[in-house]
C-alpha cells in the first residue's frame, strides 16, 4: 500500500518547456488535489478532482492543466513553464466531503530558469 | 473570502517546554479545521481535526479545540521534543458540497533544541 505517489521527484526546466508531473493513489479515494508550496504562503490549491471524469479550477489554476486519467491517476501540466511557476508541487487524495483527511504524496521540487 | 490566519514563526523552544501556536479563520457557515505537520524533506500529513464548534482533537499528545465564537484553532502541546520540529500548518474545510478543498495558513515552523 504506496498511499500516494508523485513523479518526477526533482526537475529543472527552462522557460518555455512543458513537463507532466504524474500522481497515483491506491486508496480508492474519488477526490484528488493538487497543490503548490511557496515559501511564507502555505499550500494553494491549483485544481483539484472531487470525482472520477471531473475536474475544477482552485486559487492558482493559471499557466496549468491538468487530467484525471482514471481513479487513480491526476497528472499536471506545464504548458510553457515560467520562473513564477518555480516551487514543491504536493498532490493529496482523499474521500469525498469536507470532513475527510487528505493524505498527501512526498512532493516535486520544481526550478525554472 | 475564506482564510486562515497563523502565527509567525519560528517558534523555538527547548525540550520539555509548552508549544502553543495560533491559528484564526475567517468563513462562512461551519467549517471544519486541522491542523496538518510537515516533517523535514516529506509531505503533509494530518495531526488532528475537529468537525463542529467546542469539538477537540487531539492525537500524539498535541490539542486544538474548535472555538466559534473566537473563531479559533490554537495548538497546544504540554510537553515538546526534539522530534516535534516541523512545520504546522492549520487548514479549513467549508462544510456542504462534496469536495474536500482545504484553506492553508502561511504555516509556522516550530524549532525544538535539546
Not at chain 1, 6 to 21: A, D, E, I
Not at chain 2, 3 to 16: A, D, F, H, I, Y
Not at chain 2, 37 to 52: F, I
Amino acid at each position: 500500500n504506496a498511499g500516494v505517489t508523485q513523479t518526477p521527484k526533482f526537475q529543472v526546466l527552462k522557460t518555455g518547456q512543458s513537463m507532466t508531473l504524474q500522481c497515483a493513489q491506491d486508496m480508492n479515494h474519488n477526490s484528488m488535489y493538487w497543490y503548490r508550496q511557496d515559501p511564507g504562503m502555505g499550500l494553494r490549491l491549483i485544481y483539484y478532482s472531487a470525482s472520477e471524469g471531473t475536474t475544477d479550477k482552485g486559487e492558482v489554476p493559471n499557466g496549468y492543466n491538468v487530467s484525471r486519467l482514471n481513479k487513480r491517476e491526476f497528472s499536471l501540466r506545464l504548458e510553457s513553464a515560467a520562473p513564477s511557476q518555480t516551487s514543491v508541487y504536493f498532490c493529496a487524495s482523499s474521500l469525498a466531503g469536507p470532513y475527510n483527511e487528505q493524505f498527501f504524496g512526498p512532493g516535486t521540487r520544481l526550478t525554472v530558469l | 473570502g475564506d482564510s486562515v490566519t497563523q502565527m509567525e514563526g519560528p517558534v523555538t523552544l527547548s525540550e520539555e517546554a509548552f508549544l502553543t501556536i495560533n491559528c484564526t479563520y475567517t468563513a462562512t457557515g461551519y467549517p471544519s479545521l486541522f491542523w496538518y505537520v510537515q516533517y523535514p524533506g516529506e509531505g503533509l500529513q494530518l495531526l488532528l481535526k475537529a468537525t463542529k464548534a467546542d469539538d477537540k482533537g487531539s492525537n500524539k499528545g498535541f490539542e486544538a479545540t474548535y472555538r466559534k465564537e473566537t473563531t479559533s484553532f490554537h495548538l497546544e502541546k504540554g510537553s515538546v521534543q526534539v522530534s516535534d520540529s516541523a512545520v504546522y500548518f492549520c487548514a479549513l474545510s467549508r462544510s456542504g458540497g462534496n469536495t474536500g478543498k482545504l484553506i492553508f495558513g502561511q504555516g509556522t515552523t516550530s524549532q525544538v533544541k535539546p
